[in-house]
């Protein structure tokens, strides 16, 4: 069975609601509408979101980022009724970024995950291993780790409304890709240990995205691969017409 493919832009620190709208008058000039067998959805910065709420009907969006209380001292944290209200249905959780500069663990993208399904929105979990990491230790049973403790307690009818997200850490925004076989080998490996933990059914209904530096040029190799069924893509979203290429490249596939 073929997942529906996923293709998400996360924008990161980029674009305020000006430039938003530029970007997103600009997506509709590449590409009218989006296919329906590729679901398609963009995370700006929290400041954004009303801007891209009013491209709902043309793509879905999302925060980059939440916090797992309901509200209360939290200097500069936002919760997911903030996100509720603007009607944002998906966001980012345990992106390296924030991994590395922001403090994020396994323990808080778990609670997260868990917040962010319990407000009916779907969380998209980051892992990813970094070059040393690659090259040094078992990459893939710390990837898989990451995505383990990140469904830890979350019940197979919640698990197949999450979205993974591997992204070699090495690969992002360097432009260095993994090659086609290095994401397939990686994305097997995670399908495993869901299989491990869920059952084949369930598992075979999990999105796995891939990102770091995909681009129209490689959209199409990667996305191939049999559980490659999307991507989080930074660059390349922020670029009308390279993401309606990586768009078009998935809709070809379907
Ligand atoms: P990139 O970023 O496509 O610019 O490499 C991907 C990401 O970090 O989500």
Redesign the pocket.
């Given at each position: 069975m073929k997942r529906r493919y996923f293709i998400a832009g996360?924008w990161?620190m980029n674009a305020g609601p000006a430039e938003t709208k530029k970007i997103m008058d600009g997506m509709k000039a590449e590409l009218a509408s989006i296919p329906a067998s590729v679901e398609v959805v963009f995370c700006p910065p929290f400041v954004s979101l009303p801007a891209m709420a009013s491209f709902v009907d043309y793509v879905g969006f999302g925060a980059q980022d939440v916090h797992f209380e309901d509200n209360g001292a939290f200097t500069g944290a936002i919760s997911t009724s903030m996100l509720n209200e603007l009607n944002a249905a998906y966001c980012i959780i345990g992106?390296s970024?924030r991994r590395e500069y922001f403090g994020e663990t396994d323990s808080t993208v778990n609670k997260k995950a868990k917040k962010i399904l319990a407000a009916s929105m779907v969380p998209i979990i980051c892992c990813g291993e970094t070059l040393d990491q690659r090259k040094n230790s078992d990459f893939e049973a710390f990837v898989g780790g990451q995505v383990k403790a990140a469904f830890e307690g979350i019940s197979p009818d919640d698990a197949i409304k999450c979205v993974v997200?591997y992204?070699p850490i090495w690969?992002?925004?360097?432009g260095e890709t993994a090659t086609p076989e290095q994401a397939q080998s990686m994305h097997k490996s995670l399908r495993n240990m869901l299989v491990s933990v869920y059952g084949v059914d369930i598992a075979a209904q999990i999105r796995i995205l891939y990102?770091?530096?995909?681009k129209a040029e490689n959209a199409a190799e990667l996305l191939s691969q049999e559980d490659v069924d999307g991507g989080?893509?930074?660059?390349?979203s922020l670029k009308p017409k390279d993401f309606a290429a990586i768009i078009c490249a998935a809709q070809e596939l379907s």
């Open positions: 996360n990161k992106h970024e997200a992204e690969a992002i925004g360097t990102g770091g530096s995909m989080l893509v930074g660059g390349a």
